[in-house]
């Protein structure tokens, strides 16, 4: 899951795949604004059909959380 939330992130935002890690921070490390997370969340969404709610996408900051937390959701599925 790492591999395509780093894929995206790295479409989205215009940057080096290879400049991505599990500890780099979304919004800090990456300059991401909350428009371009939310349309992202939304498309990680429908591709692996999970919600991932609002009250924690404010605590998934950095891409390994991210990654690790939409993969346990489509384990429980």
């Known amino acids: 899951m790492?591999?395509?939330v780093a894929e995206?992130?790295?479409k989205?935002?215009?940057?080096?795949?290879?400049?991505i890690t599990r500890d780099t921070d979304i919004r800090k490390d990456l300059n991401a604004d909350s428009l371009v997370i939310v349309e992202?969340?939304?498309t990680?969404?429908?591709?692996?059909g999970i919600t991932?709610?609002?009250d924690k996408v404010e605590s998934l900051t950095r891409v390994g959380d991210l990654a690790d937390f939409i993969e346990s959701e489509i384990n429980k599925k």
């Open 2 to 4: 790492f591999e395509k």
């Open 8 to 10: 995206m992130l790295a």
């Open 12 to 19: 989205y935002l215009k940057v080096d795949k290879s400049k």
């Open 40 to 42: 992202m969340l939304f």
């Open 44 to 48: 990680l969404e429908e591709e692996s």
């Open 52 to 54: 991932i709610p609002d």
